[in-house]
């Protein structure tokens, strides 16, 4: 059973950690973010299964390009659904991105179809198994590109300049522009990035699951209460807060039964946002 | 012209004589509210298809009471209780349909009886099988059912499970919706008639990804044979998950599985589930049934083989179905509910694809189909062949 | 009224349509009830809800259940769980009231997956995920659909009370400027809450009528999209109008049916319809509607005979004793005592940093202090910001009105009162122009006017005059005459030092969070302390450098910028040589730092050239600016705090390819050696004068072609500010071109060739540096101006 709870919670905590690290890299530098991270994530794993299985691309290339078509839409939000609202000082970039998210999804249903697929992969066919307990070598793949991730955005942003000018932009961003980061660019890439950060996340676990017009929306929930739970501007707390997310809602699963789950994590989502309100938009958005 | 108005003023006097010319050429509406997008989205295109070609069939014999044509109006209920009673209501009040067929969806289905019976308009399910739609407890009682019906299936399931697997400990593992409620209490009341334990019930998500953690509790509770009500995308999500866990249980199922592309979607282990249909399109076929193959594939350039008449149950049951409405229709002489009813009531003999029916509705029975007309399939690939057993 | 007599209206027709009609018609009803509740939390308080459908869930469950399982009739039903759902609602708000934006709208979500989930797990109560059916509606689906209609008549009609009404008015207040909120004594918590309770208890009543409307309820009759479709309602149809919700809902139920060949791609519809709206017109249809019937009857103004005005108080004045606060370690405030009599003016002055406006927080409690007293004897105190902060949205009236109600729920506020109010301090204007519509002066007006509406024995303003054109501060002036002789103690803090000098009783002077002067203007004036915290020792002669010949390297000419509608620089011109050093002098709030905003592209000017080396960059990005050589050390140094000096330094460079790391950051140390040991250091961590260094040193290490330093000498102790001046003066030496403002006049003069003085934003000097010096005094400290230039 713990095995069990173990192997399922880091599988799909891992993939919430990695949507959500798109919450954080793109509110880190601008305070917004793509509240429709979920469509990014449903964009990866459709594209890459309409290339793979509709048009047998090998994965080396679909899943390229299946990120690079989550990029584009990554800053195609942003120019659409944020950058004008931001302008004019409103927040309505939420309700935005939202919208452009059921535009995206409503899309996506009118092309790719309503019906779940199933993208196949070696990686999710024979099980790895030991004992009671199986695991499909992608889902030990999940968290180590999780893993990978982090450690490489982590290496990134202390090591290139690139990861010093987004740092930069975080701290102070006028004082970013005065040193000629042209902060607006590096704003649109931050979401470029979050989006397929989102799209990696689909395409790893579209195998185990299925892929459909609307499988983003859940993760993308989830995912956002990952990242708010774990700071929002903290990749490494947004890792552990995706990893203790999968292993609570897999625990509670094995030991509470599957129909507790949701009330059980989403109620803990409610009181840890009472208990210690993260408040960087509360605290924001008071102008005194 | 003049030999066709004669045409058409004898087949209304046959009818009854009371039809006017005017109404002879207005189409008897039949409505259809089923899921026509999400997950089940497959489901409610087999149905739309099984009616549309049995009315196909009726509308080239001349159409009804006069050559009165049959038109399908077909709405998504998006799997939505409240969108399937407004989509409803919209096709009595608005759209004047004769009689209103139902999708996969229980819950929906159990949300458009009362209005059903409220305005006296007779409500066909052709899937949907919880009990309590058809014996519903409404005095007169406007529900009629081509279909399984949970209670029977639920018997046969055990049944299957005891007599092909030797199962001595059933796991149930059923959705978290009204038909995995109305199949818990079914199966719970199957098992304990042919005593036999349940080991234990799990229920999963529309949504969930890894059912890992529900299957490893009913394997500790040892179970022997698993029974599943799902449909297709969770009920893969089932399988995949046994395949990881790497426990080769035996599993019966409910037909939920066959209302999307479970084979493509559950990979390798898809065929080890037995699950019951009402009719399968392989094996040896009856005159109707080679018809309706001819005219699925002759009507949808999508339908190549036998294995493309997807879900098989759909298209079945909802064939059926609109042929007893026709003969209802044709019974009563009359679109009008109450008479329809009735008309559905006197039905004597119908041969159908999935039987031939004799007497399928009484006044203490609302269900064409019992146990009896059960099969047990299982996949081969795509296409859904019979076991034994 | 008229909401009344259409709810009426729908309900008679809904007797008499057939049936599916009369259905729909009581679901949009429904939907208005619910999206109006909404619209009190979305549209009066400003927040967003993405979970309400667990509201209507909750009605109707409720409704549901007690008709089933208690026998309890319809309409007891309904009433009850439409408190219930109320009752939840507030419940929800203790969580939900500790965030806001994208974190409540997490607890909103978090709450409508909870009761769904609950829903489906409750079975004994609930039915499970087969929901309850059957349940009896009394009046069936006509009756239902009539009881609906006129109930969503009778809700939009409170709902147009309750905006209007004294909370309603509290609630847009709190949304749209929640410090000037709190300012005139109106909580923002009870305020949410009840925006919380009044959207839930809307929820709950439209959910119970939906049970009424379908006879049954389910856990799948309420996903997580009818949230969503509920804020389209509310966003589409117009957040804050009252017919918005009417609006959005018809359009949400009358597209799919004007679509129908569509009806597949509703959503996609309703997806880009929503971004349109909110790209178009962010009021929505209502608010497009409002704005267009608005400019039609533009310029009709309510005219109330002023009474009341300036009511005499009572009060004994403010004390404050010891007060001290530090940000940092760094003391911003250090023991500062102050005695405000009544019906007189008290100015406090000082030098840009000299810790003004954090005295003024502290002592209206917008800050909290380390140490020290405020006793406000006998009455209440009110402020006004440095930046006015007008409720974008409501009238002028309406915001003197919920200033005389001082955060009260209830009690009168009567419009003559506080169109008196808004006479007195000079506003002619509409009284029913909305607050964010105003230009700047009567943003002022009505700041002063809210403040007084409390009706305090302490009044704090904070730099009143900033932005007020010279009539407009001598109205000022005698307004604020006014106030003082009607007994209220005055707390002026003012750069304007001709509006100080000439309407204070006595002057504080602080400099670096103490007070270094008091007592009457001529004589704070004279003391040579106040002179050299203005202008510096004086030690040092100012440079007999003169201006380079030649043509131009950076050429300023007439440029015009400011904030939003504030326009600060009136035309300003500068020209400077390659390898020259030039000053931009004057007193605070002349306009220096908004000149070198609008240099370094920071602010767009709105007019004028800014041209280096003959190329144009005003209007360019900043980034583009520094690109081009023009490099900003800004004020108050804004090192990056948590990165190291070394990527401080290297920041720098960013623009450049030809930048070599190693000998580049030595040749820095070199310069600035207290740096060296401080390399791996995070830059937050550093000494004031470090920080300036380093600051200066990633701004050289860009190879300006022009290097402009904003206040440098800004908030340092005077040795180090002292030593930075000579870094300065060597680097000018070296022949770097430099564009320096300064507080301190004297240290720059030492350094410059030439320079000019702003004043009210315009170019009151220019010329050579040693002949600006004379005549700064005045400048700076008020009195007469030598109006010739050179």
Redesign the interface.
Known sequence: ?LE??L??GL??GSVYGLIALGFTLTFAVSGT?N?AQGSSMMLGAVVCHALAVGWRWPYAAAVPVALVACALWGAVVER??VR??VR?G???W???T??????L???V??LFG?????L?SSL??E?I?WG?????PL?LLIPAVLLAVALGLHWALRRT?LG??L??AV??A???????????RLVALTFAAAAALAGLGGIL?AP???V?Y??G??FG?KA??VA?LGGLTRPWGVVAAGLAYGLVE?GT??WL????T??IT??A???A??AA???V??RG???? | MIDRRGVLLAGAALAGGRVSRARAAEPIKLGLVAALSGASAKSGEGIARGLQVAIDEVNAAGGLLGGRMLELVRRDDESNPGKGQAAARELIDREGVAALFGGIDSPVSLAIVPLANQTKTPFMGVWAAATNITRNGAEPNYVFRVSAVDVLVDKRLVKHAMGTFNAKSLGLILVNNAWGESNQAGLTAAAAEAGIKVAGVEKFGEADADMLPQLQRLRAAGADCLVLVGNAAPGAQVMKSLQRGAWSVPVVSHWGISGGRFPELAGSWAGRVHFVQTYSFFGPQGAVGKRVAAAMMARYPDVKGLGDITPPVGVANAYDAAHLVAKGIAQAGSTEGPKLREGLLAIDRHDGLIKSYVKPFSPGNHDALDENDYVMVKYNGESIEPVSG | MIKLLLGVAAAALCLILPGYWAYVAGTVAATVIVGAGLNVLLGLAGEVSLGHAGFLALGAYGVALLELRAGLPFGVALVLATAGAAAVGAALSVPALRVSGPYLAMVTIAFGFIVDNAAVEWASLTGGASGLSGVPAPMGTRGMAALSCGLAGAVLAAWAWFARSPAGLAMQAVAQAPAAARSIGIGALPVRTLAFVLAAAAGGLAGGLMVGLTGFVAPSSFPFSTSILLLLVVVVGGAGKVWGPVLGAVAVAALPEALSGLAEYRLLVFGALLLAVLWVAPGGIAGGLEAAWRRVRRGRALVVAPSGGLVPVRGGGLDVRGLAVSFGGVAAVAGVDLVAPPGRITSVIGPNGAGKTTLLNLISGFQPSDAGEVVVHGGTLARTFQTAQPFAGLSVLNTVRLGLLRGRWRGAAPASEAAGLLAAVGYAGPLEALGGTLPHGDRRRLELARALATRPAVLLLDEPAAGLDAPDTRRLGEVLRRVAAAGVAVVLVEHDMDLVMGVSDSVVVLDAGRVIARGAPEVVRADPAVRAAYLGSGAKPPSARRMAPGAALLEVAGVRAGYGGLGVLQGVSLAVRGGETAAVLGANGAGKTTLMKALAGLIRPSAGSVRLAGVELSGRPAHAVARAGLVLVPEGRQVFPRLTVAENMRLGATTRRDFLPGPEIEAMLVRFPKLRPLLTRPAGLLSGGEQQMLAVARGLLARPRVLLLDEPSLGLAPAVAEALLEQLAALAAEGMTLVIVDQLADGVLAIAAHGIVLGGGEVVRAGPADGLRAGLEAAYLGGEVACSTV
């Open positions: 059973m069990t709870a192997v399922s599988g799909s973010v509240f659409l659904a004008p609202f004019r409103s927040d309505a939420l309700m935005a939202v919208a452009l998210g059921i535009v999804d409503n899309a249903m009118a309503k019906e779940p697929r199933s196949p999710a066919d099980p198994v009671e307990v199986g695991v499909f889902q300049g010093l000018r740092r930069a701290e102070n006028d004082a970013a522009r005065l040193m000629g980061i042209d902060v607006v676990v185990l699951f299925n459909a609307d499988m929306t859940l929930v956002f209460a708010i897999a699963t094995v039964g599957s129909g507790a949701q009330i989403f109620s989502v409610i009181l946002l009472a309100p993260a408040g938009f509360g958005r008071v102008r005194v």
